[in-house]
Structures are given as C-alpha cells and as structure tokens.
C-alpha cells in the first residue's frame, strides 16, 4: 500500500503540470490578423482574427496606444466591408479565423498603432508574426481614383486643404469641401457652384 501511495504522488505533479500547460494553452486567442473599419460616426470597430473555437471567445484584447481594450464580441466570417487589415501570419486566411471585436471612439487625428495584449498573442512569434503590430491612419486617407494612392501623393496639391488632390479628383479645388457633395452631379462641386453664383469664386 505504502509503494502504490508513493507511485501515485509522483504522478501527482505530472498531471498538474499537464493539466496547467492545458489552461494555458486555452487562456491565449492567438490573433493572426488585425484589421479595422472607420464608422461614419467617428468610431472605429478593430476586428482581430484568431484560430480558437467560438466556446472559448471572446478572449483577450488589444492595446491601442497603450490603452488596453478587451474583446466584446466575435463574428465570423470577416464583414465585406472590412479591407484594412495588417495582414495575414503563421499560415491562416480569413478562412481559419473568428475575429474577435471591440470598437473605440474617435481616437483623433493622426497615426495610431494596435498591437496585442498577452493573452492574445501569438506564441513564440516567428516571421511576419514576429512583430504582430499594426499602424493605422484616422481618419482614413482618401483615394477617390482607387488607384492605391493616396489623393495628396498623387500631385502632392491640395491647395484648400480638404484632403482631396487638386489634380485628380477635387472637384472644387479653389474652396474646401471634404464632402465633395454634387448634387446635380455635374462634376463641380456644390460649394464651388454656389460661390461662382454668389461671385465669391474665380
């Protein structure tokens, strides 16, 4: 009896080892891509892929700026509309992903960066999953013409300064109007429009 207890006891500690390295395998979300789309009212909702079973989520979070957001929900598939993403690693596609969801108000201008919280990381990152960080624009750059380019590094003129490149799609180039708003639509700009009847444009 005493042989069989010691036998047992030194099983003991294996089975929490093991037992342990489960949670933890369970306690990561192991994010594979994250993409973001910008909310007509301002808001941001960041999408985070990762290759955990919908029982175990959501899980985890991001920093954004150094401020950590946890996940609220998760949806799958990707929504269409989603197209700025980071990028995909360690061998996934949209596919083999659910993304799990938070959505930040109005972060201001300028760039931000989005990485992942610990226990949403990838572990033992390697490749492009080495540095799983991503950097963000807001509000979105525009580029009207879709061509990749951004409107202000197509000329590299904005003269009135409503984000719109004077030489390819500013369709009121002498006075900012950043809805671009043509309501005939003419290819002039309203505000360009009623100026020139109001003699307030050349």
Same mark, same amino acid.
């Given at each position: 009896?005493?042989?069989?207890?010691?036998?047992?006891?030194?099983?003991?500690?294996?089975?929490?080892?093991?037992?342990?390295?489960?949670?933890?395998?369970?306690?990561?979300?192991?994010?594979?891509?994250?993409?973001?789309?910008?909310?007509?009212?301002?808001?941001?909702?960041?999408?985070?892929?990762?290759?955990?079973?919908?029982?175990?989520?959501?899980?985890?979070?991001?920093?954004?700026?150094?401020?950590?957001?946890?996940?609220?929900?998760?949806?799958?598939?990707?929504?269409?509309?989603?197209?700025?993403?980071?990028?995909?690693?360690?061998?996934?596609?949209?596919?083999?992903?659910?993304?799990?969801?938070?959505?930040?108000?109005?972060?201001?201008?300028?760039?931000?960066?989005?990485?992942?919280?610990?226990?949403?990381?990838?572990?033992?990152?390697?490749?492009?999953?080495? +540095?799983?960080?991503?950097?963000?624009?807001? *509000?979105?750059?525009? /580029? @009207?013409?879709? #061509? %990749? =380019?951004? !409107? $202000?590094?197509?000329?590299?003129?904005?003269?009135?300064?409503?984000?719109?490149?004077?030489?390819?799609? +500013?369709?009121?180039?002498?006075?900012?109007? *950043?809805?671009?708003? /043509? @309501?005939?639509? #003419? %290819? =002039?700009? !309203? $505000?360009?429009?009623?100026?020139?009847?109001?003699?307030?444009?050349?």
């Amino acid at each position: 009896m005493k042989s069989k207890q010691a036998s047992t006891s030194r099983w003991v500690p294996l089975i929490l080892l093991a037992a342990a390295l489960v949670v933890t395998a369970r306690a990561r979300a192991h994010t594979a891509n994250i993409c973001w789309r910008i909310e007509g009212n301002g808001s941001i909702t960041i999408f985070a892929g990762s290759w955990h079973t919908p029982g175990e989520l959501p899980h985890g979070g991001l920093i954004l700026d150094g401020n950590t957001l946890s996940f609220t929900s998760f949806v799958d598939p990707l929504p269409g509309d989603v197209s700025a993403c980071r990028g995909y690693c360690c061998g996934n596609d949209e596919s083999t992903l659910i993304w799990q969801v938070v959505s930040v108000p109005d972060p201001g201008s300028g760039t931000h960066t989005v990485t992942t919280t610990a226990d949403s990381c990838i572990e033992r990152p390697a490749g492009p999953c080495a +540095d799983f960080a991503v950097d963000f624009t807001y *509000p979105a750059p525009v /580029d @009207c013409n879709n #061509n %990749g =380019i951004d !409107d $202000v590094c197509e000329s590299g003129i904005d003269g009135d300064g409503d984000g719109f490149d004077d030489a390819t799609c +500013d369709n009121c180039p002498s006075l900012a109007n *950043p809805d671009q708003s /043509d @309501c005939q639509p #003419n %290819g =002039i700009g !309203d $505000v360009w429009g009623l100026a020139i009847s109001d003699g307030a444009a050349e």
